[in-house]
T-cell receptor
Framework: DAGVTQSPTHLIKTRGQHVTLRCSPISGHKSVSWYQQVLGQGPQFIFQYYEKEERGRGNFPDRFSARQFPNYSSELNVNALLLGDSALYLC??????????FGSGTRLTVV | QKEVEQNSGPLSVPEGAIASLNCTYSDRVSQSFFWYRQYSGKSPELIMSIYSNGDKEDGRFTAQLNKASQYVSLLIRDSQPSDSATYLCAVGRGSYIPTFGRGTSLIVHP
């Protein structure tokens, strides 16, 4: 069984640009969450989607948005990129009572 | 006030020793507690989950939960150099949106 898959693996963008990150959850999982992890910190919650509806939003500006598709895959969009948006972006899927399984992440560098 | 607190470390232990990692949380109605291991440059990997007070053992790992004290810990017995990583504590409610601590760096030296 495939785990949580994220694409792309690495990305370099210029300040002010827009970026779209993609995630496919584990088969059968209907919940997808996005986290941002800055070096030396724990993952910070950005969004959670369940059955294509937003179930939670962390303390991030409106430049961050997300959506979930009928096949439960998800996109995270970030507009007007800032240098401070450079981070590892993690997608996690959850099913049942066993906590989150993370994908390998997307390393975003904003220059 | 941070919701999930961990000592950032590093915690250094000799090979074969017991490593003890600690975590406190502020939300009294938390129901689910997780420990993740994260190697440098990699994504977090779930190693233990615990939901009830007491101990839960899985191989060399033991998670301990005390809800009255709002405290959860992870013990690693017979520590190996391959256990060297950052250990993240995550605490959540039933909505599956865990809050993570900043992690404790563990170094197991030969």
């Amino acid at each position: 069984d495939a785990g949580v898959t994220q694409s792309p693996t690495h990305l370099i963008k210029t300040r002010g640009q827009h970026v779209t990150l993609r995630c496919s959850p584990i088969s059968g999982h209907k919940s997808v969450s996005w986290y941002q992890q800055v070096l030396g910190q724990g993952p910070q919650f950005i969004f959670q989607y369940y059955e294509k509806e937003e179930r939670g939003r962390g303390n991030f500006p409106d430049r961050f948005s997300a959506r979930q598709f009928p096949n439960y895959s998800s996109e995270l969009n970030v507009n007007a990129l800032l240098l401070g948006d450079s981070a590892l972006y993690l997608c996690a899927s959850a099913g049942g009572d066993y906590g989150y399984t993370f994908g390998s992440g997307t390393r975003l560098t904003v220059v | 006030q941070k919701e999930v607190e961990q000592n950032s470390g590093p915690l250094s232990v000799p090979e074969g020793a017991i490593a003890s990692l600690n975590c406190t949380y502020s939300d009294r109605v938390s129901q689910s507690f997780f420990w993740y291991r994260q190697y440098s440059g990699k994504s977090p990997e779930l190693i233990m989950s615990i939901y009830s007070n007491g101990d839960k053992e899985d191989g060399r790992f033991t998670a301990q939960l005390n809800k009255a004290s709002q405290y959860v810990s992870l013990l690693i017995r017979d520590s190996q150099p391959s256990d060297s990583a950052t250990y993240l504590c995550a605490v959540g409610r039933g909505s599956y949106i865990p809050t993570f601590g900043r992690g404790t760096s563990l170094i197991v030296h030969p």
